[in-house]
């Protein structure tokens, strides 16, 4: 029931892109995206609710393949601050977390 | 408040010794969830109120473990008879809507067991 994230880690140089991805075995109704720094709390970037959705804003967007139970994070020209861990989490009823994606973007 | 607040922010307690955690979310907000999450761990569903009333406590590990929301507002996790394996950083959420909205997470209160 846990979505699935890959990849567990990746190494960016500043500027450089990334594409993290989430999947579930099961249908899923909407996917939440958030970043956790190191000690503190999971900060949203974004939801999306329908399949097909997309969002974004700054350089960071998201997808939502509702058929394929996916959905994708993109993240363009990675800043600093971007380094932390992602996690998606997939709703079905309560968020339910993927285990996280560690990035870290060097300069 | 402006975010969501929990106390304490740290907390050591003997093992057998019983634990209250408490969260204070954005005023107005009707969902509210707690969390558990272990190091290097994406955080793990316990329970949720809408309002007052607890719709979802399938995630609480054992029946050590209790919460409330009597007033629909602030929360507390109670963890009795605490164990090494309770040692966490659990972490309250709350958001305006049962669904279709993102969740503002407090900072959380790391519990050791000693």
């Known amino acids: 029931q846990q979505p699935v994230q890959s990849p567990q880690a990746v190494i960016l140089r500043e500027g450089e892109d990334a594409v993290i991805n989430c999947s579930s075995s099961?249908?899923?109704?909407?996917v939440h995206w958030y970043r956790q720094k190191h000690g503190e709390a999971p900060v949203f970037l974004m939801i999306?609710?329908?399949?097909?959705e997309q969002k974004g804003h700054d350089k960071i967007s998201a997808s939502f393949n509702e058929k394929k139970q996916q959905s994708s994070l993109y993240l363009t020209a990675s800043q600093l601050s971007y380094s932390g861990t992602y996690f998606c989490g997939t709703t079905g009823g309560k968020l339910i977390f993927g285990q996280g994606t560690e990035l870290s973007v060097k300069p | 408040g402006a975010g969501v607040s929990q106390s304490p922010r740290y907390k050591v307690a003997k093992r057998g010794q019983d634990v209250a955690l408490r969260c204070d979310p954005i005023?107005?907000?009707?969902?509210l969830f707690w969390y558990q999450q272990a190091l290097g761990q994406g955080p793990e569903f316990l329970t949720y109120?809408?309002?007052?009333?607890?719709?979802?406590k399938s995630g609480l590990p054992s029946d050590r473990f209790f919460a409330e929301r009597p007033e629909g507002s602030v929360s507390t996790l109670k963890i009795q008879r605490t164990q090494q394996e309770d040692s966490a950083v659990y972490l309250c959420a709350s958001s305006p809507g049962p669904a279709d909205y993102g969740y503002t997470f407090g900072s959380g209160t790391r519990l050791t067991v000693v």
């Open positions: 999306l609710l329908k399949g097909g």
């Open positions: 099961k249908a899923l109704y909407s």
């Open positions: 109120f809408q309002n007052e009333a607890q719709l979802d």
């Open positions: 005023s107005g907000h009707v969902s």
